[in-house]
């Protein structure tokens, strides 16, 4: 995966963030199956795992670096619905995103090419940067998908 393509997620994941201030206060907050997550907990869960990529790993990453194992997914997730329900709104929240996602898009403009081949560790698992990039950006199209599908369902 280049870095045209990355960015090019980046900018129309935030596109798409935009669109769900459409949503309504209902469908924003509204289990999307039972005893599941709310949209607005799986939007703050990716934004969550974006600021904690730029502040916990990507920062540190170079050959053969070994950082911190990721934190307790069921926590940091936990925290994110937490952070969703309870603490910002949904205009703020879809712009916390948009503007991660542009710091996302400003540190992947400041790679070469070069800079994707590089191997770490994170705990005991290892990526070439452009395979931690190409994870995450599988993990946003898979909420997107379930997102969208809600979305939809909702519209007939």
Do not use: C
Not at 108 to 124: A, H, I, N, W
């Amino acid at each position: 995966m280049k870095n045209e393509q990355i960015i090019d997620h980046y900018e129309s994941f935030k596109t798409w963030l935009e669109e769900l201030k459409l949503l309504s206060e209902y469908e924003w907050f509204k289990p999307m199956e039972e005893d599941k997550w709310s949209i607005a907990a799986n939007v703050s869960h990716i934004i969550k795992w974006d600021q904690y990529s730029l502040q916990e790993i990507l920062p540190h990453v170079a050959e053969g670096t070994e950082l911190s194992p990721f934190p307790d997914f069921q926590k940091f997730n936990g925290e994110a619905e937490e952070y969703a329900h309870r603490v910002v709104n949904k205009e703020d929240l879809i712009e916390e995103g948009i503007k991660t996602r542009e710091r996302m898009i400003t540190y992947v403009k400041s790679l070469s090419e070069d800079d994707f081949e590089q191997s770490f560790k994170v705990g005991d698992q290892s990526f070439t940067l452009e395979e931690f990039f190409e994870d995450f950006i599988g993990h946003d199209k898979h909420h997107q998908e379930q997102i969208e599908e809600v979305v939809s369902a909702e519209k007939v």
